[in-house]
C-alpha cells in the first residue's frame, strides 16, 4: 500500500471530522431540538385545553341559571293528574272540545299503548281546512304540553272549503302528581 500524501490525510481527516459531526448532529442535536419542538407543542395543546376549561367555567352561572329556569318551566310541558286514567280522560276530554268548538266532528277516537308517563292519542274527525287550523293553534297555544307526531288529511268533497277526513297522532307527557290539582300546567284541564 502507498503512504498517503499530505493532501490525502487532510481530505481523510476532514471527511472523518465531517462524519463525526454528522453523526453527533444526528445522534444528539436533533432529537435535543425535536423534543423542544415536541413540548412547545404539548404546551400549546394544553393551553388551548385550560383555555375552554376556564371558559366553561365561567359559563357555569349561566348554565345554572338556564338550568333552573327549564326546570321552573317543565310543568308548562306536562299534563298533571293524579293518575294515569284521569290524565287520559282529561287529555281525551280537551282535544274533543276544542275540536267541537272550533267546528270538527269527531269520528274516532282510540288510545294506542305508550310508555307509563306518556299518554297517545288517534283522532279521526271531519272538518275544513280552516277548522283544523284553528284547531292545531289552539292545541299548541291551550296544550303546550301536546306533541303533534302525525297529521293526515284526506279530501272528503270538493267545494270553496272542502270537508276533510283527518287523522291526527298526539302523544302528551304525564307528571302524576298525588293529590294534585287536577289537570293540566294551570289545574284546569285546558293548559
Not at 293528574?81 to 267546528?103: H, I, N, R
Not at 297555544?141 to 279530501?155: C, D, F, G, N
Amino acid at each position: 500500500m502507498k503512504p498517503m500524501t499530505a493532501r490525502d490525510s487532510r481530505v481523510l481527516a476532514l471527511g472523518l471530522l465531517a462524519g463525526f459531526a454528522i453523526l453527533i448532529l444526528g445522534l444528539v442535536v436533533v432529537p435535543v431540538v425535536d423534543g423542544f419542538l415536541s413540548r412547545r407543542a404539548e404546551r400549546a395543546d394544553l393551553e388551548a385545553e385550560v383555555e375552554a376549561s376556564a371558559r366553561l367555567l365561567a359559563g357555569a352561572a349561566a348554565w345554572r341559571a338556564r338550568a333552573e329556569a327549564q326546570a321552573a318551566d317543565a310543568p308548562r310541558f306536562a299534563l298533571d293528574a293524579e293518575d294515569a286514567v284521569t290524565a287520559t280522560s282529561l287529555f281525551q276530554a280537551q282535544v274533543a272540545e276544542m275540536l267541537q268548538e272550533e267546528g270538527g266532528e269527531l269520528t274516532a277516537l282510540e288510545q294506542p299503548s305508550a310508555a307509563p308517563d306518556t299518554i297517545r292519542l288517534t283522532i279521526e274527525a271531519e272538518m275544513t281546512l280552516s277548522q283544523l287550523y284553528a284547531c292545531l293553534s289552539r292545541l299548541e297555544r291551550e296544550a303546550s304540553y301536546a306533541l303533534v307526531e302525525t297529521l293526515a288529511v284526506r279530501a272528503l268533497d270538493a267545494g270553496a272549503e272542502p270537508r276533510l277526513a283527518v287523522r291526527l297522532g298526539l302523544s302528551a307527557v304525564v307528571r302524576i302528581q298525588p293529590g294534585g290539582n287536577g289537570g293540566g300546567p294551570s289545574g284546569n284541564g285546558h293548559g
